[in-house]
């Protein structure tokens, strides 16, 4: 297992055009690196997640963050580059710190242990909620009643929430008698 430990800074990056990006977490520790690559629904629901985490265990709710650290220039390769297949986390009250694991789909299928672990302060996952959601957002818009990608706004598709119309079908006119 890699461990990080404590983080210096953490931030989410989409790499690619809208609707053929990649997505990955950046980690610094000192002058180690590491890129997490995982899905886009992977990085919104890590934020939710931390929000979840900090609102139910924290026992500094309420109370605005520390200063945090930015990542700063990344360089091209990391040290640690982690496919990522799962996620874990845990929370450790007497540091409030947030406790994410890793694991890369060969250590899934063998069940070893987590490939990589890291440690997130209070400040540092607050910050991280909205960077992680406007990483996520800001890509292709999407349908306002099933959420799935659309090209560009008002692209007609096939929406299962709307019982798969896709355009406004004109009323006859109402007869008067």
Not at 22 to 28: M, P, Q, T
Not at 39 to 51: C, D, N, Q, T
Request: hydrophobic letters at 40%; proline letters at 7%; one cysteine or more.
């Amino acid at each position: 297992m890699i461990d990080f430990g404590l983080v210096d800074a953490l931030d989410a990056e989409a790499i690619g055009q809208p609707g053929a990006r990649r997505f990955r977490l950046r980690v610094r520790v000192g002058n180690q690196y590491a890129s997490l690559w995982m899905e886009k629904e992977s990085v919104a629901a890590l934020g939710r997640s931390f929000s979840a985490l900090l609102a139910e265990r924290s026992k500094f709710r309420g109370r605005p963050p520390g200063e945090v650290e930015a990542v700063g220039n990344f360089p091209q390769n990391a040290q640690v580059e982690l496919q990522v297949a799962r996620l874990g986390l845990d929370w450790d009250g007497d540091d409030e710190h947030i406790i994410v694991l890793a694991d890369e789909a060969e250590a899934v299928e063998n069940n070893d242990t987590p490939s990589f672990r890291m440690e997130i302060n209070r400040s540092l996952a607050l910050r991280c909620l909205k960077q992680f959601q406007d990483t996520v957002s800001a890509g292709r818009p999407t349908c306002p009643l099933c959420h799935e990608a659309l090209e560009y706004p008002g692209q007609p598709h096939f929406c299962p929430r709307s019982n798969g119309h896709n355009f406004e079908i004109p009323l006859p006119p109402r007869e008067v008698e």
